[in-house]
């Protein structure tokens, strides 16, 4: 079994200006065929940018590089749009979801709460990087409940693959945020999307953390380090990491 990382949206900050970051997401080889875990942006969100990534160019350098788009990644390595069979949202904000409509044959699976927040009225200020065109082409969506199931310390709903998948709640940066744990063939890898910064780096501000990221962080942490053995990755990872992956 194979886990690409793909960088499918690139953002810097001006200030400081080393913080450079790509967005993370998983190509993954399963028995149920391709599962993509998040987007980054669509092929569409270069010709016509919503308005929520202009707000996001304002404050940040985005280079807005269509070959970051999934889909073309996904040409790159030999495989053809429909070959992506299903696709795990941690969350519907536009730079994990605006691929969607790139993959249009593509299952969504999604917790309910989060699919919920998307459709509905906004309530919060992150409610904002909701873009409703995303899912205009109408996919067919797998929607997940709250659960009693637990993976290690965490409750978690199993996700329909071999190798084995959980997603897991981690509700704060939206509602209905979840990471996605992926039973790889090194053993566990726990994405946990936009609950923690940059690869769990430690110096990032813990109060910008909870403000942007949610209350999960300082327990990821702990978890990162009681568990060496499982792997974890964030949904936007400094650079050199991509380059690291290669
Ligand atoms: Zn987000």
Redesign the pocket.
Known sequence: MTIHFLNCFTCNARVPAHWQSGTLCLLIETNQGLVLVDTGLGQDDYVHRTGVLRTFQAVSIVPMNPEEAAVRQIGRLGYRPEDVRHIVLT?M?F??CGGLPDFPHARVHVHRREYEAFMGRPRRW?DL?YVRRHVAHGPQFELYDDTTARWLDFEAARLPFEPEMWLVPLFG??RGHCGVVVHADTGWLFHVA?AAPMGLDESVPGLLVHLVLGPHAPRLHEFSAAHPEVRMTT?HMWLDFFASVK
């Open positions: 969350h904000h730079d994990h992150t990087a940066h939206t936009d949904g």
